[in-house]
């Protein structure tokens, strides 16, 4: 039991960062249909701005540890919605109208560049985040040891979802990107700036993925260039599980996944946990390609 | 016009090749062509068909173990392992992509993606005991035609070239009949051509199980050039690289060639720009969608014969 | 003689009735017009029989064979071929390529024979370009047959089209709003293609918005609003049938 309870906990940490990257995967893919194969690189740069700023910059160090934190989170998060944004126009915005697989093609161009800019930038070697970031005194919860770190990345991971959630709920700009989701066309003859919509999400896509890219970090202590592929992929599982274009959708696959993955690297083998997602995507994909809470749709002939 | 010369000036050059070239230079250029076959088996499904497939890889490693287990443990010569090895990889692909061929083209990309992955994850933890798991497959033997044994630089550079270029001679064969256009069509507008009495899902498989086959038997090539196969050689950026070398080739036979040889054989040329040629490839992979979207060398039009009668509006 | 018979058709999108318990029969030799305002459910029928949606409910019989929910590509073999509303040509492709694609079905060359070009495969080959190149000078287009399909003028892009359709040998040719787009002289060509169509001994069900083409061409005609069937029979009667008029009304009125 108590190591059912340590996974779950494990698995919901994890699986907040998949949804916050999932996130970028389905706000992208709502508004102009496209698979952002990108997005897994502008996380690995978010964690290796992090770190930079963290070590060399020494943030962490200059103010108050929480503060110190909150400044980086936010910066990072600042930055790499900036190059989200920039990506956009360089790579996505001149294809609006090309078919598209050219835009996809465009986004695996984007993302092998991404890559090997940072492994350019940074070299091909694995980076430690520092140590003394990772709180290390663990928490009690009814006779059962959680790490605090999990819990603060949970608490983090929820605070931005429900953030998000309300953004897009509550305010004139988020109904504007659910008018732009539905209907590109429509939307534009209501009044609704397009461009600006759409810019508007390669800004929050990317700045929680920069967000779950700092926190991978300072929650496994390890990142390197190649891990947004991974990464991404998992949080693109996540974002078709709950069914793609749908937000709620990808929050609850992101935690799904995280889950299912603690559980069969603890009770199957750790060696066949990628595997399992991967197979897992694979399944959802023949079974109900629109995830759990998509609707299907028709295809227009 | 243009196009016949400079496959003829490229099929001479490539014929004289190793003359001029030193060991090392001679082993890049088998290297090459292996990935030629490779990409050419590749643009069966992604330049004729527009079957998105990043997980070619997957279909290599399995043509290469598939020889590799049956020279080391059944003792065949590798010669006879070629053609199994290529139906065991096609098997392989007609059976994992039967259940997903409907799929959508970015779908369908992230699908093969998973493919490869399970593949190599499969091949490190060993399945079936036969795989050796991490470490791979020692001792592969050379292959030996006629008696003789094939184990230099040069006597590999012709055996992969010859392969390739009687490869390309039957695609050739294919891209000119019924086969061809129903892929040319399905690339086009897959509705439409089922609409037209094309079976969508039949000829994709083939597609599929062909390219596929094509790569199985490359990696019984490269499993006896090699000696070792290990699961690392099969890895997904593998994919990435053979995926990106398609697309930008246009497609066509010609163009698949000249993308190979930018893709895998100048990097060794401009050695200290190696590091950085995967980040030239993703920028040209962009500008080439934003400017060039039908690739390098797209395929000509097919010509054809017609009677005299209607040949008067020919422009 | 019945060619085509379709039985209580019902298709459902997510909750909506596109097409209610539909049932009409198509008889051998005749032009057919399935006429409506827009919305009414006529190209939803029209994929219903040609195999690309799978109705919730009700049996479609082709030559006394029911083809319910068939592949599309099985159904054109039988001997159903169609043209697409919001035209579907393969617009990198040249004219004679795309009219080949329909015939692709009767031909029979098998995998081995197309890689290594057997005498067989040759004679097949030649035999398929020379009848591809006789649908292109039925329809006037033979002139034509190098160019792109993508390069065509929008009332040539139709006819090769029917061209295509017309390649696979079909008994039943289904035409989704086939004047779509056309000019008056093009109209008035196409109304004699559609008759001269007739006469090979091609069975013709149509979808048109041009009264005075329908009017023209069909001898029976099939009135659908909002999903369901309102008036079936001999043109001049539907046409002047009370709920007919009443559909058109304030949709379309200027078209009578």
Not at chain 2, 125 to 136: E, I, P, S
Not at chain 3, 107 to 132: D, V
């Amino acid at each position: 039991m108590e190591q059912f309870f340590q996974q779950l906990f494990n698995g919901l940490a994890v699986g907040g960062i998949y949804a916050l990257v999932a996130l970028g995967y389905t706000m992208v893919y709502g508004v102009l249909k496209l698979i952002n194969f990108a997005h897994g690189d502008l996380f690995t740069i978010g964690s290796y701005l992090g770190l930079t700023m963290l070590v060399s910059w020494n943030l962490s160090g200059l103010l108050p540890p929480f503060l110190g934190m909150l400044v980086v989170f936010v910066m990072v998060s600042l930055f790499v919605a900036l190059i989200g944004w920039a990506l956009e126009r360089a790579a996505y915005r001149p294809l609006r109208n090309a078919s598209r697989l050219s835009a996809v093609v465009s986004a695996l161009g984007a993302s092998i560049f991404f890559e090997n800019a940072i492994m350019l930038v940074y070299g091909a070697r694995v980076y430690v985040y520092p140590d003394f970031l990772r709180p290390d005194f663990v928490l009690n919860i009814f006779g059962v040891a959680i790490p605090a770190m999990r819990i603060i990345v949970i608490t983090v991971t929820v605070a931005l979802m429900f953030g998000l959630w309300g953004f897009i709920q509550r305010t004139k700009m988020g109904a504007a990107i659910r008018a732009v989701a539905l209907d590109q066309g429509a939307a534009r003859l209501m009044g609704i700036n397009v461009d600006r919509v759409i810019s508007l999400v390669f800004l929050i896509g990317p700045a929680l993925g920069g967000a779950a890219g700092l926190l991978i970090g300072v929650y496994y202590g390890q990142i390197d260039f190649t891990m947004g592929w991974n990464y991404g992929l998992k949080a693109f599982t996540a974002a078709i599980l709950g069914g793609i274009g749908n937000i709620p959708g990808a929050m609850l696959g992101g935690f799904l996944l995280g889950v299912t993955e603690a559980f069969a690297a603890a009770y199957i083998a750790v060696a066949w946990k990628d595997a399992v997602a991967f197979l897992a995507l694979i399944l959802i994909l023949i079974i109900r390609p629109t995830g759990i809470l998509g609707e299907r749709t028709a295809d227009k002939l | 016009m243009k196009r016949r010369v400079f496959s003829i000036v490229l099929a001479g050059v490539i014929c004289v090749l190793p003359l001029f070239c030193n060991p090392y230079w001679t082993d890049v250029c088998v290297s090459v062509g292996l990935f030629a076959l490779l990409s050419l088996s590749l643009n069966v499904m992604l330049g004729q068909a527009g079957i998105f497939n990043m997980g070619h890889a997957a279909f290599f490693a399995v043509g290469a173990y598939a020889a590799a287990i049956l020279n080391t443990v059944c003792q065949w010569p590798i010669f006879l392992t070629m053609i199994p090895a290529g139906i065991a990889a096609g098997v392989f692909a007609l059976a994992v992509a039967r259940p997903i061929i409907h799929l959508r083209g970015d779908y369908l990309l992230v699908v093969t993606i998973g493919i490869v992955e399970i593949v190599r994850i499969a091949l490190i933890n060993d399945v079936f005991g036969l795989t050796g798991g991490a470490n791979g497959i020692f001792n592969i033997s050379r292959p030996s035609l006629f008696g003789v044994k094939i184990y230099k630089g040069w006597q590999f550079y012709y055996l992969v070239w010859g392969v390739t270029a009687v490869s390309m001679l039957l695609f050739y064969g294919l891209w000119r009949s019924r086969f061809g256009r129903a892929l040319n069509c399905i690339k086009e507008d897959d509705i439409a051509a089922e609409g037209c009495g094309i079976n969508v899902v039949g000829y994709k498989l083939a597609a599929f199980s062909l390219g596929a086959f094509w790569a199985g038997m490359a990696g019984a090539i490269y499993a006896s050039k090699m000696v070792t196969i290990a699961p690392e050689s099969f890895n997904f950026s593998e994919s990435v690289l053979l995926f990106a070398a398609v697309i930008l080739s246009g497609g066509s036979q010609l163009g698949v060639l000249c993308s190979v040889f930018l893709f895998f054989g100048l990097p060794e040329v401009l050695r200290e720009f190696s590091d950085a040629r995967m980040l030239i490839f993703g920028l040209a992979m962009m500008a080439m969608m934003i400017w060039r979207p039908q690739g390098l060398l797209p395929p000509l039009p097919r010509r054809y014969r017609v009677a005299a009668a209607a040949g008067d509006g020919k422009k | 003689m019945t060619l085509l018979t379709v039985k209580d058709l019902t298709k459902i999108f997510g909750g909506l009735i596109a097409v209610n318990d539909v049932s009409f029969d198509v008889a051998k030799d005749s032009v057919v017009g399935l006429i409506g305002p827009n919305g009414a459910g006529k190209t939803t029928v029209f994929n219903c029989i040609t195999g690309n949606y799978r109705p919730e409910q009700g049996v479609i019989e082709f030559k006394g064979a029911d083809i319910t929910g068939m592949a599309p590509n099985r159904i054109v073999k039988m001997g159903v071929a169609r043209t697409f509303q919001s035209i579907r040509l393969f617009p990198r492709m040249s004219a004679l390529e795309n009219v080949l694609a329909g015939r692709h079905c009767r031909l029979k060359s098998g995998f081995l024979a197309c890689m290594l070009h057997t005498p067989a495969q040759r004679r097949e080959e030649k035999a398929a370009i020379e009848r591809c190149m006789d649908e292109l000078e039925f329809v006037g287009l033979s002139h034509l047959y190098a160019d792109m399909g993508g390069a065509l003028a929008y009332g040539q892009q139709r006819l090769l089209e029917i061209a295509r359709a017309l390649a696979s040998d079909p008994e039943l040719l289904i035409l989704d709003e086939p004047a779509g787009g056309m000019n008056d002289q093009e109209t008035a060509g196409l109304v004699e293609l559609i008759s001269r169509i007739r006469e090979r001994g091609v069975t013709i069900l149509l979808i048109e918005h041009d009264m005075r083409l329908v009017m023209k061409v069909c001898q029976k005609l099939i009135a659908l609003e909002h999903g369901a069937l309102i008036a079936q029979g001999d043109a001049e009667t539907v046409r002047n049938n009370p709920d007919v008029i009443t559909a058109y009304l304030g949709v379309d009125d200027e078209k009578w």
